[in-house]
């Protein structure tokens, strides 16, 4: 089945730095990769649509100068959390879509965890 | 909306027997629907699918019962194994949408040897 590769697993980072977290599509092509948060305990929150070639489309209360994200090319999209602080601290998860004739099902990277300090 | 600390919802059952995760959804323009296993540390894992032209699909060990009108999706799990502890997630997709999906709180299933 296709595969989607996160990058890093886990990050900690200090306040006021920034980290950058890839997506990978590794065997398809994808148009649309989306990105969520994962509070403990929580479930998963869309924070982001990204699409190739284009700005990404965020969700309500998502600041977009905090999380920039860049989807260059068909198989890779990036989050960088700018000037991080510990709040920022969460579960971070990307996905991507394929759509298998009337089907469409999400493929999950592993996640990263960021922790800053 | 959510309290700050509020726990996930705790199905606890014995090895061996049968799991019932529910999950109710909340748009009626959803037309699929999936139910995702998370394992602590890492992302979500796909499980079963069901379109919305269906009331019940089976897998292996898992059937996904979709129940319309009232909204509601259940996730089955015969003779549990202490593998299939974790966090499981049903998601709704919106019709017509990108196909980023909507998750539930999530249950949280402990199997007891």
């Known amino acids: 089945g296709a595969v989607v590769s996160q990058h890093p697993s886990r990050v900690i980072c200090k306040s006021g730095t920034s980290v950058k977290i890839e997506c990978r599509s590794l065997?398809?092509?994808?148009?649309?990769m989306f990105w969520y948060r994962q509070f403990p305990k929580k479930s998963l929150m869309l924070m982001a649509t990204?699409?190739?070639?284009?700005?990404?489309?965020?969700e309500q209360g998502v600041e977009k100068d905090k999380f920039l994200i860049n989807h260059a090319s068909l198989t890779l999209s990036t989050l960088t959390v700018t000037s991080a602080h510990p709040e920022d601290s969460s579960f971070y998860i990307c996905s991507a879509t394929v759509m298998w004739g009337m089907r469409t099902e999400a493929f999950f990277g592993q996640g990263t965890r960021l922790t800053v300090v | 909306g959510e309290s700050v600390g509020l726990h996930l919802p705790t199905l606890s059952v014995q090895e061996g027997d049968n799991s019932i995760i529910n999950c109710a959804y909340s748009n009626s323009a959803s037309d699929y629907f999936i139910w995702y296993k998370q394992e602590s540390g890492k992302g979500p894992q796909f499980i079963i699918d069901i379109r919305s032209n269906m009331d019940k699909r089976q897998g292996q060990r898992v059937t996904v019962l979709l129940n319309k009108t009232v909204k509601h999706l259940s996730l089955q799990i015969a003779a549990t194994q202490p593998g299939d502890s974790a966090v499981y997630f049903c998601a709704e997709n919106i019709a017509g949408s990108q196909g980023n999906l909507i998750f539930g709180k999530g249950t949280k299933l402990s199997v007891k040897p």
């Open positions: 065997d398809f092509q994808a148009t649309t």
């Open positions: 990204s699409n190739e070639g284009s700005k990404a489309t965020y």
